[in-house]
């Protein structure tokens, strides 16, 4: 065990918990991974919060007390703990319960992966009568409205981010808080479409599948093609034929990169090495590996798969069973579109932060351009006379948090320990349990992977990783099989893993500390489970 820090005003990347209050990093990490810089955080922390009761608000789950900003931090349902994003299952469950069409346990198995067995569901129809108004409403505009905004920030973003590096400090902080603005409408809009448009289909798609006796829900939900994480292959395999340049792959995905979610993370416009180097993987893949083929089989098996469901149900259930799975087909590929559009609103930020960074240093208040991601979101705009003091301070204590390992779910306050070798060392096993997120079965040699640009995965490999980003698509096409410690079954592994037809399990909590480079493995995507069948050396 570790000495606990203080919740010190300086500090932003430490809160404070309700002690009722049921934390889980899982998914959460996918957005907003690592630790976070205070800028990154200070960025991202408001959003969260007001995107999620503005999703369950809209759908008339939320009282307008409820859905109003917290000012006290012990209230909030996003948080950070020792630089790490957390949210509140137990708000989740709560809410989950007044909705209906599903259940708190439900929610919490698609946001974290499984429902606590320290919370308890108690399903509750007061909020029936509001919801039956509003959810309509809310889900017939929101897809719209994804796609309005996912149009709208990427021809902003196309247009304005190769300009940056140009604008004087004041300009620089006009773009900042143009993106910021655009980064709020974006993440609350993504919100609104995941919690009451993906969530509630996916959970009738489960309930149609299983009660017809179907099989697995995620063999329903492949081959929907247009995901924007696709596109990437797609535009990848293109360039490793010669009919794309780099450069455009560039242009059209800039914004993609190691640590995307993180405004301080180097993204592909500034260096594209790893890109580069990782398009040499693609060459040497055989024409049969074509993304485009994999996505027409993917599409003629779901199709083989409805049309052998719908021939299962009597007749007057066929209408209604029609409905859910046209209903998947239109609102799930959607995901990736709210995300695109919120990373690109980052990006923008990303570009005025350095540059402004720039400037600072220019004029003496910062040492380093770097230095600006330990500003906040107000310090940024109006830099405080002793920046370089704090600047140190905040780099020396995010340092330490970075040698701490916090419980992926807790109660309460966390308890942080000191990194591995310390503390509760993770036991070594040969099996694995998690969730299945897209079926098949692989073995093949293990690569674990902490950061996207790792690019030493060779084809075929079991890519193993603590979480992944949009930008883990161009890795995980060359990859057999791939582990995330968190997810769900809506997270953004088991969506690409589906498209792609490669087997995946998620939500193993400990698989990139319980497996090692070079061991040999089992994925078994649908039962969820990994086996070591050899290890490393042996």
């Not at 902080?173 to 993440?187: K, P, S």
């Not at 609104?192 to 006796?213: F, S, T």
């Not at 340049?245 to 914004?255: D, K, L, P, S, Y």
């Not at 498209?499 to 939500?507: A, R």
Request: proline residues 6%; aromatic residues 6%.
């Amino acid at each position: 065990m570790t000495m606990e820090p203080a919740v010190e005003q300086w500090d932003p990347l430490h809160s404070r918990s309700a002690p009722q209050a049921f934390w889980s990093t899982s998914n959460f990490g996918e957005a907003m991974p690592g630790v976070m810089t205070p800028l990154g955080w200070t960025f991202w922390g408001p959003t969260a919060e007001r995107a999620t009761r503005a999703a369950f608000g809209s759908m008339g789950a939320l009282t307008r007390k409820e859905r109003g900003f917290p000012a006290d931090e012990r209230d909030r349902v996003c948080n950070v703990f020792y630089g790490r994003v957390a949210g509140r299952v137990d708000f989740l469950v709560g809410i989950g319960d007044r909705i209906p069409g599903t259940s708190g346990a439900a929610v919490a198995e698609q946001v974290v992966g499984a429902m606590p067995p320290e919370l308890a569901s108690s399903p509750s129809r007061r909020r029936w009568p509001v919801i039956a108004v509003r959810f309509p409403y809310s889900f017939a505009l929101i897809g719209h409205r994804v796609c309005r905004a996912n149009a709208e920030t990427q021809q902003w973003w196309l247009e304005n981010i190769g300009k940056t590096k140009n604008l004087s400090r004041a300009e620089a902080t006009r773009q900042f808080r143009e993106a910021a603005r655009r980064f709020d409408r974006n993440v609350t809009a993504q919100g609104i479409h995941v919690l009451c448009a993906v969530q509630p289909v996916y959970e009738q798609l489960r309930r149609l599948v299983e009660g017809a006796g179907a099989g697995e829900v995620t063999s329903f939900m492949s081959g929907y093609g247009a995901h924007a994480e696709s596109a990437i292959v797609t535009d990848m395999w293109a360039a490793s034929r010669d009919r794309m340049t780099i450069e455009e792959v560039v242009r059209r995905h800039g914004f993609h990169g190691p640590r995307e979610g993180e405004i301080s993370g180097h993204v592909w416009r500034e260096d594209d090495t790893a890109l580069c180097k990782l398009l040499e993987g693609y060459r040497v893949l055989d024409e049969s590996a074509d993304p485009t083929r994999a996505e027409e089989e993917k599409r003629r098996a779901r199709e083989a798969l409805e049309r052998k469901l719908l021939a299962s149900l009597p007749r007057h259930r066929r209408p209604s069973a029609r409905l859910v799975l046209r209903l998947a087909a239109n609102v799930i590929p959607l995901r990736g579109v709210g995300k695109a559009a919120f990373l690109q609103s980052l990006d923008m930020a990303r570009a005025a932060a350095r540059r402004i960074g720039e400037h600072l240093v220019d004029e003496g208040l910062l040492g380093d351009v770097e230095d600006v991601f330990y500003l906040t979101t107000d310090e940024i705009v109006a830099p405080p006379r002793d920046a370089r003091e704090l600047v140190a301070r905040r780099r020396e204590r995010r340092a330490y948090y970075e040698t701490l390992r916090i419980p992926p779910a807790w109660l309460g306050q966390p308890s942080a320990l000191d990194g591995p070798g310390t503390g509760d060392a993770t036991p070594i096993v040969d099996v694995l349990e998690g969730v299945g997120a897209s079926p098949g079965i692989v073995d093949g040699l293990v690569r674990v992977v902490g950061d996207s640009d790792n690019t030493a995965v060779e084809p075929g490999e079991i890519l193993v990783s603590p979480t992944t980003d949009p930008s883990w698509a161009s890795i995980m096409f060359v990859s057999g099989g791939l582990v995330v410690d968190i997810g769900g079954a809506l997270s953004h592994a088991a969506i690409v893993a589906r498209e792609l037809g490669i087997p995946c399990v998620v939500n193993t909590r400990v698989g990139s500390r319980v497996l090692r480079t070079g061991d040999l493995v089992r994925v078994d995507g649908t039962s969820g489970r990994v086996r070591v069948l050899r290890r490393a050396g042996a």
